[in-house]
Structure formats: structure tokens, C-alpha cells
């Protein structure tokens, strides 16, 4: 494996326990009310999808149980949501289905 990717996938995961210690005792309603832990959770949404994105092929190939098109998908939906003035209806649609 790239060195390249190691570095990648550790990014990945760090993001990923980050997001988990943001959402430790929390309830899908705080992400309503609390704009500071909905733009965290995007943000290290968005640090995986990257990251995953820039995971060569050969990588993905051999890991290939991983969601990588879903996971740099959703980064790609998060990125081009630019003129969000709260998270409402946008984002309840495009993040949490």
C-alpha cells in the first residue's frame, strides 16, 4: 500500500472518531438547535470524503467492502451546498435522507 494512502486512511478514521465523540450523548434533534455540532459533523464528513477521494484505485480495489463512491458522494453533495443559511430542509434532504 502508498504510503500516500496510509496517510489517507488514517485521516479517515481519525475524522470518523471525531464525529463519534461530537454526537456522544446527543439525539438527532440537537442537530437542529446546535449549529455548532451539525457544522462539525459536515466538516469531518467532509475530511473522510476527501480523504477517501484521494485513496488511489489500487487501494479501493482492495478494500473493496468500503462505500467509496457513497463516501465521496456525499462530500461532493456537502461541498456544493455553498449557500446554506441554516441547516433546514437542504440539508435534512441531501444528509440525512
Not at 17 to 24: K, L, S, Y
Not at 60 to 65: E, P, Q, Y
Not at 70 to 94: A, C, N, Q, V, Y
Request: proline share 2%.
Amino acid at each position: 500500500m502508498r504510503r500516500d494512502d496510509v496517510i489517507r486512511l488514517r485521516h479517515m478514521l481519525d475524522a470518523a472518531r471525531e464525529a463519534i465523540t461530537f454526537v456522544q450523548g446527543r439525539n438527532r434533534s440537537d442537530l437542529d438547535t446546535d449549529r455548532q455540532l451539525a457544522l462539525s459533523l459536515v466538516k469531518e464528513v467532509e475530511i473522510i470524503g476527501e480523504a477517501a477521494y484521494q485513496v488511489s484505485q489500487a487501494t479501493r480495489a482492495r478494500a473493496s467492502r468500503i462505500p467509496w463512491e457513497d463516501i465521496i458522494g456525499m462530500r461532493h453533495r456537502l461541498i456544493s451546498i455553498s449557500t446554506w443559511t441554516s441547516f433546514g430542509k437542504p440539508f435534512r434532504e441531501t444528509c440525512l435522507g
